[in-house]
């Protein structure tokens, strides 16, 4: 009995040393994710530069991105899809990123910390080295590892596209240079897999037929008839998707577009005059807020409302502090009803049914708007200063003391 005692042993005690050895107790990276007007400025001018909407089958374009551009990307993307922490540096030329990983282990507090180095081999970029807290990965076993597991992630249509389109991935400097030539069926199949994965069609067909069969203007009626659906189809599906579901057939009826859909960008019929606490414009802003927030992130649509009212004060109708407000409301809800499984099912039972905007839209009326950039300035001194600051806290106290959040 003893050799069969020792043939269960050594695989456990080899599988336990190798945890230790991968994994470690404290994140090698720890960094916050800050998204500022500058970094929103800077993804607006590439993607204007590359000029998609004008693109054509066949048609080669070059994405030239900073050793700046990369560690702020690697660092949103670890913390949105991971609640983990990266960065990227470009040296020698070849590209080393490093990332902290927490692991969802109960009652224990583990990180995988992982360092890859990339280095050029043609016209591509190859792993040169692959690490796991104090453990390496030969790089055949890497190159392995990829071809027979990337195929088979949830991220598989998007590394296919990708594969299909990219031409040549260079260190030039301090820059990476991407050459990529447009497949537009590449592209459909990643809108297909982005779709299924982040709000299914089949969901999304029934809410805008059941949101089209409500009457009326009020975007309070509407949120409560989209969540008595929510409520009633989460008693067999995921309720993080059908509150996705319902947040964004919300916001293509007020914007009249469709969003997160294989046939996005096209124009739909709008119900126009759409009002949320008597105007038009805060329905827009809170619909399209609570929908950044359910795909993306609240920061992400905090920061988005933000850089609107920015460039209003330059050359619009000017900063509303209460379009802000709206944006904020709109996100926090947005991001509530897509946390968790509890978050998403304890927002359905408090808004299904709802006819009365004041439980989750705070009191606005109050707050200045229509400010040109020189009053804005001299009101508040600008994003970040105390009275801005002031003004900002008053927003999310009224938004914290809405009945929805309350316990």
Known sequence: ??????????????????????????????????VGMADLDRGKAIVDALGLRRMREGEVRQL?????????????LAHRFARGSASARIALSGLIVRASLPLPLPGMRRYLNLELALAADGEMLRPARLRFGALPLPVGLVEELALRGLPRSRYAAELAAARAMLDSARISGQTLALRFTWRNAALDRVIGSVVARGVDEAALA????????VG????AVLLGAAFTLAQTRSDQRDPVIENRAALTSLAEMVLGQRLLSRRGGEKIGRRAGIRLAGRGDFAQHFALSAFLAATGGEGLSDLAGLYKELKDAESGSGFSFNDLAADRAGSRLGEAGTRSRASALKLQKRLAGVRDAGLFFPEVRDLPEYMRQAEFQRRFGGVGQPAYQRMIERIEA??????????
Not at 216 to 219: E, Y
């Open 398 to 407: 009224r938004i914290a003391g809405l009945a929805i959040y309350k316990d």
């Open 206 to 213: 029934a809410y805008r037929q059941h949101l089209s069969q």
């Open 1 to 34: 009995m003893r050799w069969l005692f020792w043939l269960v042993l050594l695989p456990l005690l080899l599988l336990a040393g190798l945890f230790v050895a991968a994994t470690d107790a404290r994140p090698h990276v720890s960094r916050s994710v800050q």
């Open 216 to 219: 009326g203007r009020d975007f």
């Open 64 to 76: 030239v991105l900073s050793e700046a551009d990369l560690d702020q990307g690697v660092n949103y």
